[in-house]
């Protein structure tokens, strides 16, 4: 059951079956990502299971995954400037070369990144960075989530 909810994401987001769901936005979920090498780590899943683009969603659904994706990116901002020590900036990126469903990572950097990757993409993180235990998403993570989670409820007003 533990790991289930990796194989449906969005379904288990809208089911309210996806722990790493933080809050439902107007075109989607922010959820905290499951590595946090750099904390605060967070995607926006699109609520619609079946649009793997942007370009596939009608234009006033697009402009609201869009202004989802700015509300998460300064909620985090927000919580990682207010909970987490060298918070530098935040980086919002629509990839989608490896899962089929529409999301955007929100990236907060930070100045304690080693300098020869600091200015560079998340991407280029060694791979094993991605996998290593100390990463992985867990309870001590709870105060910088319910931060973030915090300041989306200020952003939605």
């Known amino acids: 059951m533990m790991g289930e909810w990796r194989d449906d994401?969005?379904?288990s987001a809208l089911r309210g079956d996806n722990p790493a769901v933080m809050r439902r936005l107007d075109a989607g979920f922010?959820?905290?990502g499951d590595v946090q090498f750099l904390p605060g780590y967070s995607v926006l899943l699109t609520d619609d299971p079946l649009v793997e683009r942007l370009s596939e969603l009608p234009r006033s659904r697009r402009l609201a995954f869009l202004g989802d994706m700015e509300r998460l990116g300064e909620a985090v901002e927000r919580a990682c400037r207010r909970v987490q020590s060298g918070f530098r900036r935040v980086n919002l990126e629509i990839l989608g070369n490896a899962d089929g469903f529409l999301h955007a990572h929100v990236w907060?950097?930070?100045d304690w990144e080693p300098e020869d990757l600091v200015r560079?993409?998340?991407?280029?993180?060694?791979?094993?960075t991605w996998s290593e235990e100390r990463y992985a998403l867990g309870a001590r993570h709870a105060p910088l989530r319910e931060a973030i989670g915090e300041e989306l409820d200020r952003l939605t007003g």
Do not use: C, D, H
Request: net charge positive.
């Open 108 to 110: 907060p950097r930070y």
């Open 120 to 128: 560079l993409p998340v991407w280029l993180y060694p791979r094993e």
């Open 30 to 32: 922010a959820v905290i």
């Open 9 to 11: 994401r969005i379904g």
